[in-house]
Antibody, heavy 119, light 108 residues
Framework: QVHLQLWGAGLLKPSETLSLTCGVS????????WSWIRQSAGKGLEWIAE???????NYNPSLKSRVTISLDRSTNQFSLKLRSVTAADTAVYYC?????????????WGQGSLVTVSS | SYVLTQAPSVSVAPGKTALITCGGN??????VHWYQQKPGQAPVLVVH???DRPSGIPERFSGSNSGNTATLTISRVEAGDEADFYC???????????FGGGTKLTVL
């Protein structure tokens, strides 16, 4: 059974770095694309970035300058860092899986983690 | 960048058919995926690759895609179908995932 569990700091101050990790169980990272997606309160879904098992990455151009996505095959985890956060980065953050193609769909999602940016 | 347009809301009576559309330039040439999201929950895939259903999704959910419009059809709508629905494509020219703005389905 595939399960994605994410964790990280839930409260940040402006200018700090958001750091989230998604632990994957029930399947290897190999053969899939792994994404971060966020959703501001009452708003739609915004894709942030993806990485595949070989480390190839794609980023949302609107966030690319502040985002780093990485993976750790030894722990079966992948991570997100978003630098210089502002209140506009307050959102529920999800991690999700796609079968091995950028064109594919998200078939498994983590439970979501609220990150609040406030001074 | 590629833009997907969804109506903000759709209302339908129980037992009737709901049509949720997703507009985009020549979207018929892309693979469209649909997600259902209930309050406080992560999205759930209901249709992928235009019209395929994941296991466990009722046959009442179907999809089509042609020209500039993709459509998610929910037949015999039930109260439990009430949710936000999002379409998704891969923008090959921009190298990114694109989501529609979402449609709130209200069951009257």
């Amino acid at each position: 059974q595939v399960h994605l569990q994410l964790w990280g700091a839930g409260l940040l101050k402006p200018s700090e770095t958001l750091s989230l990790t998604c632990g994957v169980s029930g399947v290897s990272l190999r053969g899939y694309y792994w994404s971060w997606i966020r959703q501001s309160a009452g708003k739609g879904l915004e894709w942030i970035a993806e990485i595949n098992h070989s480390g190839s990455t794609n980023y949302n151009p609107s966030l690319k300058s502040r985002v780093t996505i990485s993976l750790d095959r030894s722990t079966n985890q992948f991570s997100l860092k978003l630098r210089s956060v502002t209140a506009a980065d307050t959102a529920v953050y999800y991690c999700a899986r796609k079968p091995d193609s950028s064109y594919a769909f998200f078939d498994f999602w983590g439970q979501g983690s609220l990150v609040t940016v406030s001074s | 960048s590629y833009v997907l347009t969804q109506a903000p809301s759709v209302s339908v009576a129980p037992g009737k058919t709901a049509l949720i559309t997703c507009g985009g330039n020549n979207i018929g040439s892309k693979n469209v995926h649909w997600y259902q999201q209930k309050p406080g929950q992560a999205p759930v895939l209901v249709v992928h690759d235009d019209g395929d259903r994941p296991s466990g999704i009722p046959e009442r959910f179907s999809g089509s895609n042609s020209g500039n419009t993709a459509t998610l059809t929910i037949s015999r709508v039930e109260a439990g179908d009430e949710a936000d629905f999002y379409c998704h494509v891969w923008d090959n020219s921009g190298g990114l995932v694109v989501f529609g703005g979402g449609t709130k389905l209200t069951v009257l």
